[in-house]
């Protein structure tokens, strides 16, 4: 008998191990659920509700009708680099060029290129966690360490904390990265001024890189302002900083991010990203440059929404016993303390969250996706769906809960 054949027996094994995103997994389940006739819920999904905004999607038609679909330039088309710097200087007082600007198709390529650009076999790279899977799947893909850090749970009102000893304390002589994402997913975490300029100085210190991913810098609540990483005078010396459009405007399928960092930089790293995806796509770069430039209104408008349906969701979840949970300050996720809960029941998170979607059709994440230990105790619950869904979401939660704990 033949051996296996070679596609088979040459795949990297590194790829099999790779973590998918769970949201896209129990985005399918979702669907398959309703499509067999299931009121599901979901609070699984990491975008928006709202349509991507009009004018956006006007000046993509526009480009299509005019015949603007061939390759651009890999850097992206110049006036959206000069939109995307534009954009970072009025918002945070910086200094970034156009060419300091690479766009990407989505803020993942640019994570890839930032990550993928530094580090090497046997190297270290401290991410928070809980943490976006992106950042320890690839730097684990290109033969690194991620050396997570838990973030610290402290209660309802103060939600989690970054221990800056930890961090300091895990840095070796490996080390050559720290990830920082602000606000942060899942926790809905805003760091604070004072921890984000403790960070940038211990990065300093210590001669490391700062990967600072801010793709939900225009979602935060309760007045609260975002220290960005590039309003730092030398930023230059130390960060890759990676935001896009996903989030702010509605438009994840899209696919359109950026990452700046010094000119060179980023022109070495274009020799990369033509080898991979040569350009965003051109009519998207247009719509992109519409959105930056265009009124603002429509996103001030979602925040709004937003903010008013967090208050919803908190106000409903603070209806269940045994759940703690922190008002975020940003992003669009809560991420509830179940501990208490799954104690007394002798589940885990995931036998929770797959409990309540086979029994009440709701949908919610695990906080183990995130992606390991630190979130073993959570729930990522995304309040990006209309009121209505959130109170019957909740309340058919809160019936989960209370039959389980009547055992
Ligand atoms: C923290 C974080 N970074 C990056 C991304 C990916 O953004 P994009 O869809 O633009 O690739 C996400 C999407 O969920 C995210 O939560």
Same mark, same amino acid.
């Given at each position: 008998?033949?051996?296996?054949?070679?596609?088979? %027996?040459?795949?990297?094994? *590194?790829? !099999?191990?790779?973590?998918?995103? @769970?949201? #896209?997994?129990? +985005? =399918?389940?979702?669907? &398959?659920?309703?499509?067999?006739?299931?009121?599901?819920?979901?609070?699984?999904?990491?975008?928006?509700?709202?349509?991507?905004?009009?004018?956006?999607?006007?000046?993509?038609?526009?480009?299509?009708?005019?015949?603007?679909?061939?390759?651009?330039?890999?850097?992206?088309?110049?006036?959206?680099?000069?939109?995307?710097?534009?954009?970072?200087?009025?918002?945070?007082?910086?200094?970034? %060029?156009?060419?300091?600007? *690479?766009? !990407?198709?989505?803020?993942?390529? @640019?994570? #890839?290129?930032? +990550? =993928?650009?530094?580090? &090497?076999?046997?190297?270290?790279?401290?991410?928070?966690?809980?943490?976006?899977?992106?950042?320890?799947?690839?730097?684990?893909?290109?033969?690194?360490?991620?050396?997570?850090?838990?973030?610290?749970?402290?209660?309802?009102?103060?939600?989690?904390?970054?221990?800056?000893?930890?961090?300091?304390?895990?840095?070796?002589?490996?080390?050559?990265?720290?990830?920082?994402?602000?606000?942060?997913?899942?926790?809905?975490?805003?760091?604070?001024?004072?921890?984000?300029?403790?960070?940038?100085?211990?990065? =300093?210190?210590?001669?490391?890189?700062?990967?600072?991913?801010?793709?939900?810098?225009?979602?935060?609540?309760?007045?609260?302002?975002?220290?960005?990483?590039?309003?730092?005078?030398?930023?230059?010396?130390?960060?890759?900083?990676?935001?896009?459009?996903?989030?702010?405007?509605?438009?994840?399928?899209?696919?359109?991010?950026?990452?700046?960092?010094?000119?060179?930089?980023?022109?070495?790293?274009?020799?990369?990203?033509?080898?991979?995806?040569?350009?965003?796509?051109?009519?998207?770069?247009?719509?992109?440059?519409?959105?930056?430039?265009?009124?603002?209104?429509?996103?001030?408008?979602?925040?709004?929404?937003?903010?008013?349906?967090?208050?919803?969701?908190?106000?409903?979840?603070?209806?269940?016993?045994?759940?703690?949970?922190?008002?975020?300050?940003?992003?669009?996720?809560?991420?509830?303390?179940?501990?208490?809960?799954?104690?007394?029941?002798?589940?885990?998170?995931?036998?929770?969250?797959?409990?309540?979607?086979?029994?009440?059709?709701?949908?919610?994440?695990?906080?183990?996706?995130?992606?390991?230990?630190?979130?073993?105790?959570?729930?990522?619950?995304?309040?990006?769906?209309?009121?209505?869904?959130?109170?019957?979401?909740?309340?058919?939660?809160?019936?989960?809960?209370?039959?389980?704990?009547?055992?």
């Amino acid at each position: 008998m033949l051996s296996e054949p070679p596609t088979t %027996k040459m795949f990297k094994n *590194i790829i !099999t191990t790779l973590r998918g995103e @769970a949201g #896209f997994r129990y +985005i =399918a389940k979702a669907r &398959e659920m309703t499509r067999v006739g299931l009121k599901v819920i979901n609070f699984g999904v990491g975008q928006p509700d709202v349509p991507t905004f009009q004018h956006i999607v006007d000046e993509a038609k526009k480009a299509l009708d005019s015949g603007f679909t061939g390759y651009t330039e890999t850097s992206g088309i110049p006036e959206l680099r000069a939109a995307i710097s534009e954009y970072l200087n009025s918002r945070y007082g910086s200094d970034v %060029k156009a060419d300091e600007v *690479i766009v !990407t198709p989505g803020a993942k390529p @640019a994570i #890839f290129l930032a +990550i =993928a650009s530094y580090i &090497e076999p046997g190297d270290e790279v401290i991410i928070p966690e809980p943490s976006f899977p992106a950042y320890p799947e690839i730097v684990r893909f290109l033969g690194a360490k991620p050396i997570y850090v838990p973030l610290k749970w402290i209660n309802e009102d103060r939600g989690f904390e970054i221990d800056l000893n930890t961090i300091e304390s895990a840095i070796t002589s490996k080390t050559k990265m720290i990830v920082i994402n602000n606000p942060h997913n899942p926790t809905g975490t805003v760091f604070s001024p004072k921890q984000i300029e403790d960070i940038y100085r211990i990065a =300093a210190e210590h001669r490391l890189l700062i990967l600072a991913d801010e793709i939900y810098d225009n979602f935060l609540y309760d007045g609260e302002k975002l220290k960005s990483f590039i309003s730092f005078a030398d930023w230059r010396d130390y960060l890759l900083y990676v935001n896009g459009f996903s989030k702010t405007f509605s438009m994840t399928g899209w696919r359109l991010g950026y990452l700046v960092a010094r000119s060179e930089v980023v022109s070495k790293m274009t020799r990369l990203a033509v080898n991979i995806w040569s350009c965003a796509t051109s009519f998207v770069q247009r719509a992109g440059v519409a959105a930056l430039k265009g009124s603002w209104k429509t996103v001030e408008d979602m925040i709004k929404l937003f903010e008013r349906r967090r208050n919803v969701a908190v106000k409903k979840l603070k209806e269940i016993r045994g759940i703690k949970v922190y008002p975020s300050k940003g992003t669009f996720y809560l991420f509830p303390y179940i501990g208490d809960i799954l104690r007394v029941v002798g589940m885990s998170s995931e036998q929770f969250v797959e409990n309540l979607i086979g029994r009440k059709h709701v949908v919610v994440l695990p906080g183990t996706v995130f992606p390991d230990k630190a979130g073993a105790e959570f729930i990522r619950i995304s309040f990006a769906l209309n009121e209505d869904k959130i109170i019957e979401g909740i309340e058919r939660f809160k019936s989960f809960v209370e039959e389980l704990m009547r055992g």
